[in-house]
């Protein structure tokens, strides 16, 4: 099951859940059902703080693109 991260849009709390299709999803504060899934910066990639961009370390934009040493 994944953890999802999610803002109430009642009373603004973000919190993360471990869910399946069937778990009904309300917040731990106010217990409103009306929440919003957010986007996961680990999910996506990029860990918070990080000035890091998308690419490599060698940048270029993968393997073949950059000079990533590949050939």
Do not use: N, W
């Amino acid at each position: 099951m994944p953890i999802y991260e999610y803002s109430c849009a009642e009373c603004g709390t973000q919190f993360e859940k471990l869910v399946d299709s069937r778990t009904a999803v309300a917040c731990p504060s106010c217990q409103t059902p009306k929440v919003m899934k957010r986007l996961s910066l680990f999910r996506a990639g990029v860990s918070a703080g990080s000035s890091r961009s998308m690419e490599g370390p060698m940048g270029g934009g993968g393997c073949c693109g950059g000079g990533g040493g590949c050939h």
